[in-house]
């Protein structure tokens, strides 16, 4: 579509002014959020060490817990004395050391990044060092097809995108994956499922023998997941949630938190959520809230206020989703504020 541009930067305070469309002076009533599914928040672990979770699966959860990581990176081991790694987290040798001490005398064949921010891919080139094992991706950050992509000056800029544990510009996978791809070893297989939208380069993998998906941020089962402009885009999240709904997979791993043991109720109702995000939004605007701060102090009231940075970001992609839709015009006011409005 049209080629007006958001920016790309950190969205700023609220300020002390109040202006003409914000909550105080606005009318109209703010339907409900669509309920979030029923999360999973707690998970038994050891930090460090390597775990049976399945029949030749195991996982080893990082010491690196924080606001977009939960417990901390979970690592999975696929296959035994020949194995797969999957997301084997930031740059910090003494993990990757704890995961090679715990997997002596095993050959590791593999090394899988399902996506590249810091707390998921830096530590494929210390295992590869260690290891000499071929990685594998879809390809370095910023690198798959955006719907929204021409909704922003510079396409490969993710600074301001960086909310959680920011972007991995290093990572360059081996062999660079594509939706069907599979990468088999000695007595396991995994096929790449593309699910963008998280960032434009994320990959879930498929286990078909046993119906696991792992699925990286995508789908947690802990926590909703950023979607951050310019590299995150709502249209196509909300697209690979439909993909996985149409799967038929039986559980699914995310990198943080525990598994999910009814995907496709989890899934349907995430998706059910993030369209009932979207209606707010269109609600506020309708009542004169045209500003994503005032957009978030509207519908994330039940949100801690240091994570607000990253629901503001959610709302941005889920406006640049409706303007690609023709639903919502964006325009600026003369302090050069972006504030939106219903076509």
Known sequence: MGGFFFGVRSIPKARAKTRAWTRAAAGGIIRPAMPAPAFLRDMSFKYGELTPVAPGLRRMVLPNPGPFTHYGTGVYVVGEGHVAVIDPGPDAPAFTHGLRAALAGETVEAILVTHTHRDHSPGAAVLKRETGAPTYGFGPHGSGPRQTASLWPDQTSDAAGQVEEGADSDFTPDRALRDGDTVTGTGWALTAVHTP????????YAEP???????????????????????????????????????????????????????????????????????????????????????????????????????????????????????????????????????
């Open 197 to 204: 939208g998280h960032t434009s380069n994320h990959l879930c």
């Open 209 to 343: 023998n046993s119906g696991a998906l792992f699925t990286g941020d995508h789908v947690m089962g802990w926590s909703t997941t950023v979607v951050s402009p310019p590299d995150g885009d709502m249209t196509d999240y909300m697209a690979s949630l439909q993909k996985l709904i149409e799967r038929d997979d039986t559980i699914f791993y995310p990198t943080h938190g525990p598994p999910i043991t009814e995907p496709k109720q989890f899934t349907t109702d995430l998706l059910a959520h993030r369209r009932g995000r979207e209606a707010q939004i269109v609600d506020c605007l309708r009542s004169g809230r045209n500003d994503i701060d005032s957009i978030v102090g509207e519908i994330y009231v039940d949100v801690p206020h240091n994570l607000h940075q990253a629901a503001a970001r959610s709302v941005l992609s889920h406006l640049a989703k409706l303007v690609q839709d023709r639903r919502v015009s964006p325009a600026a006011d003369g302090d050069g504020d972006r504030f939106f409005a219903l076509s």
